[in-house]
């Protein structure tokens, strides 16, 4: 049994080495039975959640997809886009046994001894698109956060099957598959939303050309206050679609001041977010909008984002249609793997990274 003391690593080198290098991740320091958070993950004040700031009546829409062709239903979704840049779908076309199938997974990777994960990790990945690791960026980080996940990043079923963990590789893989209708019939109706009435292949490209799910796991932590399990970041994608646990601990920034709102887990439902991808591409008319995770002391959490991309190579601008109907870009294009490239090189920091593409 690992002794239970405050700081049992003299310094950030063997902090270091134990959850980075060994592959333990904050999962081994969670069950090492730690009284105090060590100092690596105590974060600055001003990005630890104050309770105060919480909006309790404020809630993100709650959007029924079992009718998605309805206008009324087409009206909510752009409008949940543009206001909130998050909302709930309930009766989507993903089977709850596939949702329920994932979830078990993401707990037998995880369940995994250290050893075997670090196979994924980094430095012994046999390839850049299936990655463990922990915190967000740790060598961009002073703080680091308080979650482990493995990263896969879809090229081909015959990749997936040779490369992903076979713990977790059908589950996946069946829960991508079964997603892409839902995600197919959201950026129908948003891109309907903006005038653009037809996906072409080069739309389609820039709307979904590539796909990544990570597995996330949040273990209970000694001093939640102290840390986040995600810092304050908007997504670089298109849209995710994410799938959360009964547990809870995802805030979303409300629309007025340094406020933010729960996002409360509901049985079956996915949870939706523009990413910076899908609010250049929009010229701004759809919002990516600032979320975080808090680290909770009595509960293991996870969840699993399925990020919906352009491809690396694709230039994203505001699209064609809204530029040639008058309106004035307030973006420019940029290539899509440099703006990814450009989110990865720093912490976690808000909205910043979308000045990138600005004009």
Known sequence: MAPTLA???GDSSALTDFVINQGNGVKGLSEM???ALPKRYIQPLEERMCMTNILAQETIPIIDMSNWED???AKSICDAASK????????HAVPFKVLENVKDATYRFFGLPAEVKNKYSKEHSSSNNVRFGTSFSPQA????????YLSLFYVSEEEASALWPPVCREQVLDYMKKSEVV???LLQVLMKGLNVNEIDETKKSLL?????TNLNYYPICPNPELTVGVGRHSDVSTLTILLQDEIGGLFVRGNQGDNWIHVPPIKGSLVINVGDALQILSNGHYRSVEHRVVANGSK??????IFVNPRPGDMIGPLPELIESGEKPIYKQVLYSDYVKHFFRKAHDGKKTVEFAEL
Do not use: H, T, Y
Request: no cysteine.
């Open 33 to 35: 039975g730690l009284r």
């Open 71 to 73: 206008p009324q239903v």
């Open 84 to 91: 909130w840049g998050f909302f709930q779908i309930v009766n």
């Open 141 to 148: 980080e002073k703080a680091l956060e308080w979650k482990d």
């Open 208 to 212: 979904m050309g590539s796909v990544r």
């Open 183 to 185: 995600i197919k019939q």
């Open 7 to 9: 700081e049992p690593f």
């Open 300 to 305: 293991n959490r996870i969840s699993v984002p």
